[in-house]
């Protein structure tokens, strides 16, 4: 009960940065599983470029097996920590072993229905004849191991919100640490390419997967999973997929974002395009990853307090968490601006493609400068259980006005390529500001 115990008393600011902190680094360390792929699979000799190309075709279909994992693990974990809150333990066991159940059955139908169908969906998702065969020998063993990835990735979250950050932070270093070192090896000794890749990736992810179990199942833990718990009782499903519904579709729309980016930059340029949108998505995740990372520290302060009925403690999170995410993605962003070369020679040597990257990363990137305030505003209504404000405001910045906006500006004035790149920063900045109005006034009635 201690952590418990230190959510409700500790130092509101302390606490966050202690939570924050491993958590954060846990996400930028999660990315790199994606982004040590392309960063190696990116200077394979002779077709490098071509197979980047290929690994990101393959994004958006990873991008959905995780957003499985966050509408069973995000949901159910804000669930989870709520009901601490109120001192309800056994509660919050019953939605931890719902959640374990609902990953399993969504690992198996995603492996089965993507495997059947991958290569119709990644021609559809911007694969060219050069590039399918690199994205299809990728996607198939990462399929094999999706459970893996989705436990791993699902269950972790339950650990943060009892606030064992720095355990939650060791289960993605473990597998990351692992995937870095098994890449090159099977990429560049074995000779596997793209395929050595996504094999280094799976069996780093059922590492972590394993950790994961033996920690929710072991003495440390403040909730178990246990068997009973696995049987699933539809009020604690509902609950759970009404509150993780908001996190999916943010995922689950960058997915289709993506496939509109990738099939307009092989209509309006060409594979080596492609291959741009590869590292242009791979630098905004590089952007949005410790953003999320900081306000799911925040999450446990703020939906233990708001359950535990303590809002002076729920603002003062609020207020750190903003301040904290805007500073970030202002900073991060400037030196994006500054030194884009520097960040684009991070995924690939070839000369033409950071030429062609230089300007486009510079517009591509500018509206995230205020994704902090996004960011804090939007977790934090997830936090407060308040599931169809967050929801309205993850379909805003990426259905409502991202995905017209790709389809439309190309055609205007025969913008093509930069029409589809400055539909990103428009987004950003009109999501931003009517998520933080929202906020203003919603959040004033919620603390009171």
Do not use: H
Not at 108 to 121: A, N, P, R
Not at 177 to 185: A, E, G, R, T
Not at 342 to 371: C, K, P, Y
Not at 425 to 440: E, L, Q, R
């Amino acid at each position: 009960m201690a952590n418990n115990n230190s959510l409700e008393t500790a130092p509101v600011t302390k606490l966050i940065f202690k939570l924050a902190i491993p958590t954060v680094l846990a996400q930028l360390v999660n990315l790199l599983y994606n982004i040590v792929d392309r960063i190696y699979v990116g200077r394979i000799p002779e077709t490098g470029s071509m197979s980047l190309a290929g690994l990101g075709v393959t994004f958006p279909i990873i991008l959905l097996v995780s957003a499985f994992a966050m509408l069973a693990g995000m949901g159910g974990a804000s669930r989870a920590a709520i009901s601490m809150g109120a001192k309800d333990n056994k509660t919050a066991e019953k939605i931890l072993g719902n959640c374990t159940m609902l990953l399993i059955i969504f690992s198996v139908f995603l492996s089965v229905i993507f495997l059947l169908t991958k290569d119709w969906i990644l021609l559809r998702f911007g694969a060219s004849e050069t590039t399918l065969g690199y994205a299809s020998d990728y996607i198939t063993i990462y399929l094999f191991g999706t459970i893996f990835v989705q436990l791993a990735l699902g269950l972790n979250m339950f650990i943060t919100n009892q606030g064992f950050t720095k355990t939650s932070m060791l289960t993605v270093c473990i597998g990351a640490v692992m995937n870095i070192v098994l890449d090159p090896i099977f990429i560049y000794v074995f000779g596997m390419g793209v395929k050595g890749a996504a094999l280094a990736t799976i069996i780093s992810q059922a590492v972590s997967c394993i950790w994961v179990l033996k920690f929710l199942t072991g003495k440390k833990t403040i909730i178990k999973i246990k068997p009973k718990n696995l049987v699933l009782n539809k009020d604690i499903v509902f609950s759970v997929l009404s509150l993780g519904i908001s996190p999916f579709i943010m995922q689950a729309t960058e997915c289709l974002i993506q496939l509109t980016f990738n099939n307009g930059m092989l209509k309006y340029g060409n594979d080596l395009y492609v291959a741009l949108m590869s590292i242009l998505f791979s630098l905004t995740q590089l952007i949005w990853m410790p953003l999320q990372g900081f306000s799911q520290g925040a999450q446990p302060v703020i939906g233990y307090n708001y359950g535990a009925n303590k809002t002076d403690r729920v603002k003062k999170a609020f207020k750190v968490q903003f301040i904290v995410n805007l500073s970030f993605s202002v900073i991060a962003i400037g030196l994006v601006e500054i030194f884009p070369r520097f960040f684009l020679s991070l995924f690939t040597n070839d000369a033409n493609l950071i030429n062609i990257g230089e300007n486009t990363t510079r517009l591509f990137l500018a509206g995230m400068s205020v994704m902090g305030a996004q960011s804090a505003c939007q977790q934090t209504f997830l936090a407060l259980g308040e599931a169809k404000i967050s929801m309205f405001l993850a379909c805003l910045r990426k259905v409502i006005l991202l995905l017209p906006l790709a389809l439309i500006l190309p055609r205007i004035a025969n913008m093509g390529v930069w029409g589809l790149l400055l539909a990103e920063p428009v987004s950003d900045v009109i999501a931003a500001s009517c998520t933080t109005t929202v906020f203003y006034f919603k959040g004033r009635k919620l603390f009171r």
